[in-house]
């Protein structure tokens, strides 16, 4: 019995390994895998890193908070001389810039018909605010003569509202790269008022040139504004405690029709 207990002895012996031995883990070397993890290592050492302000400013760039479609607007192609309807994305995002989509309108609203190309393109950006953008409006301004115009209103959580005037020609011949045409033509500030939640534009078909400007806040309070587009003022016409909450939307297209009614001789 003694050479039996003798075995099991040396059997529970624990084996040392030099620290010199490669260790072999599912079967092959580790060593090429340690290597690699170094390699790795090194490269994202080499990598330039950016600051934590860079990071929120690209992150902002990214972060959309707002889109709205301009009016589908009508212009000839020089080049192929045929009528082209389109219109434009407005993307507003935290950075306070609005990103600018121009795309065509089909011709055909069929699978039947073939296949229709409406790829966006980018446009131009505009840098409306300096803060976030929270709420984007269009309107087209004398839209029975040859040289319409877009209008376009922007609203910012800083409380402030503006409104610029954009070439059509001038947009429909934009590339990425250049300027957009955008001009600031009337601004509400800021003046400690509440975040805008809500724009809206409306325009009278009896006086293209009064424009008016309806402002809903975070809140409740409900502002409407009167651009002459004749003396480029802007000038408050009323504002009243809509709502306990906030002001999320609002019809422009009423609107105009009860500051017209309001603004007709008598008789």
Known sequence: MEPCSKSKKKSLKKTVKPR?????????NSTGNVKASLSSNEQNKSLPLITAKQYA????HLSSLVVSWSPVVSLSDRTSC?????????????SG??????????EYYTIDAGVVTSDPMLIGVLHAHESW???????????GSSKSSLLLATGCSDGSVKIWLGNIEGLNQCAIGEEVPFVLVAEVAANLS???????????ARSQHEVSLAIGRVS???????????????????????????????????????????????G
């Not at 010199?20 to 092959?28: K, L, T, W, Y």
């Open 97 to 106: 810039n609005i990103s600018f989509w121009k795309l065509y309108k089909p």
């Open 220 to 266: 409740g309070l409900l502002e409407i504004w009167i651009w002459n587009a004749s003396t480029n003022k802007i000038e408050s016409s009323s504002a009243w405690h809509a709502h306990d909450q906030v002001v999320t939307g609002y019809d422009g297209l009423s609107m105009a029709i009860v500051y017209s009614a309001a603004v007709r001789p008598p």
């Open 133 to 143: 953008v929270n709420a984007i409006t269009w309107q087209v301004l004398s839209a």
């Open 57 to 60: 400013c690209r992150a902002a």
């Open 82 to 94: 045929l009528l082209r309807h389109w219109c434009i994305l407005a993307v507003g995002s935290k």
């Open 194 to 204: 509440a975040p805008v939640s809500s724009i809206s534009l409306g325009i009278p």
């Open 20 to 28: 010199d031995e490669v260790v072999a883990v599912n079967g092959r």
